[in-house]
């Protein structure tokens, strides 16, 4: 009895063997791949933390820098953070903070640079749009009309779409085009039902421009 189970254990053996001889290799392979991947995504995760609490730290000094007025500080503060941390959403942040600052300033040039680096290259449609909509308002102050149209182009997410209308609206009023300026105040005026006090400011607009435009909107809705 005790023979007959030391040839099964051979024949396993055997077939451990032959088994480990065709297919140890890919096994082995396999098994390094795995755990290369998960001490990659480790690595990835840290390196992730740590550039995000370096972006932070660099954010808070930007934000002094604002808040000193200190225009040579913020300036650098941004390049860094847009050369070292550029993919961060403190970047974005930072970016809409300097702009604001240097607008303040009376540097209209630095800071549409600044919003445009966030309008071309942000990865959250918020900053984004945030972005492309103070652009805008900058090039209308500056009476860059179509650059400003062009800035207001794009689709813009809906929590946003009914400012960029209602902003659509003033730079083609401020070209002299009010019948695009009422077509345009009146998309606004449809997707700021959410914001009453919003809405009135665009009524204000159209009826200056001799237009009510809750008439029109029940007419519309009866059609």
Do not use: C
Request: charged share 25%; aromatic share 8%.
């Amino acid at each position: 009895m005790a023979q007959a189970l030391d040839l099964d254990e051979q024949e396993q053996l055997d077939q451990i063997k032959h088994f480990w001889k065709t297919w140890g290799n890919l096994i082995s392979w396999v098994l390094i791949a795995a755990l290369g991947s998960y001490a990659a995504w480790n690595g990835y995760q840290y390196w992730e933390r740590s550039q995000a609490g370096k972006a932070a730290a660099l954010y808070d000094e930007l934000e002094r820098a604002a808040s000193s007025g200190d225009l040579v500080r913020v300036e650098r503060s941004l390049a860094d953070m847009k050369d070292k941390f550029g993919r961060t959403q403190f970047a974005q942040q930072s970016a809409l903070l300097a702009a604001k600052t240097l607008q303040a300033q009376g540097k209209a040039d630095a800071a549409r640079d600044a919003l445009n680096w966030v309008a071309n290259g942000a990865t959250d449609p918020a900053y984004r749009d945030i972005a492309r909509l103070r652009l805008a308002a900058l090039q209308l102050d500056a009476k860059a009309y179509d650059d400003a149209l062009k800035s207001l182009g794009s689709d813009f997410t809906p929590e946003m779409s009914g400012l960029a209308a209602d902003l659509r609206g003033d730079v083609l009023q401020a070209k002299g085009q009010s019948a695009e300026a009422v077509s345009a105040y009146q998309q606004a005026w449809k997707k700021l039902a959410d914001t009453p006090d919003y809405r009135r400011l665009v009524k204000a607009k159209l009826n200056a421009l001799g237009i009510d435009p809750e008439p029109a909107l029940v007419s519309e809705t009866a059609k």
